[in-house]
């Protein structure tokens, strides 16, 4: 929030090497998603965020060897804004971070345990046996079947614990202070580590690796990982 007003920035940094499509078209439908949208989310957005869309390409960092989404967090995007006159306040995050703005619900935790799988994950054997390995401390939350998103707040909210291969699971997650773990059941999730440290050093977490889940995890040992659970600020 920058002078009173919400102030957002998309970008596409990618490296050459992986010029493959369209960033302007993509960069474009990025920015219609969040402020076309015919919903409260949407109709909100329109009425106070200022919206900037800055597609570029990570040349510099193709030839220093430092490129695409493992660059070091943060300084990038925001030096090449400097760079070319646009305003760029040292404020970080994930804008899924604003959304108890929109939507703040208050309700009974009925699950202890929350599992959010990637999409890519969904399928995978070790999800199903770690719900059934945990009968009645586990919940699955499939992000693809909910046809409300206020649902997948509701859900995620009552949950005292969340599990997530999806860094948007853990960054909702965090939004509304339930204590969460970033885990990996598998290697189907594309771009590696790079977009998960880049969000945690945004938050000042310190994060280093994954956790890794198997069928045989203790929601316990879940539990006990996350006791020392600090909400964002």
Not at 75 to 95: A, F, I
Not at 159 to 182: K, Q, R
Request: glycine content about 6%; proline content about 4%.
């Amino acid at each position: 929030r920058v002078d009173g007003a919400w102030k957002t920035w998309i970008d596409r940094s990618e490296s050459t090497v992986d010029l493959t499509v369209d960033y302007r078209e993509a960069s474009e439908a990025k920015a219609d998603a969040a402020a076309l949208a015919d919903d409260d989310l949407g109709r909100w957005f329109r009425e106070n965020v200022e919206l900037r869309v800055v597609p570029f390409v990570d040349k510099d960092g193709v030839v220093d060897g430092d490129q695409g989404k493992c660059r070091k967090p943060h300084d990038h995007t925001r030096d090449y804004l400097l760079r070319n006159g646009v305003e760029c306040p040292e404020v970080y995050g994930d804008p899924a971070l604003l959304t108890p703005l929109i939507y703040k619900p208050t309700l009974q935790k009925n699950h202890k345990i929350g599992i959010i799988p990637h999409v890519k994950d969904l399928q995978d054997d070790v999800v199903a046996e770690f719900v059934r390995h945990n009968q009645g401390a586990v919940h699955l939350i499939d992000f693809a079947h909910y046809q409300d998103w206020h649902d997948v707040i509701d859900t995620i909210c009552s949950c005292e614990y969340i599990v997530s291969t999806s860094l948007h699971g853990l960054i909702l997650s965090d939004a509304y202070g339930v204590p969460n773990l970033w885990t990996r059941i598998s290697d189907r999730v594309k771009g590696g580590d790079c977009k998960f440290m880049d969000y945690f050093s945004a938050i000042g977490r310190t994060t280093q690796k994954p956790f890794a889940l198997t069928a045989n995890t203790q929601a316990q040992e879940i539990i006990t990982m996350l006791s020392s659970y600090q909400e964002i600020q």
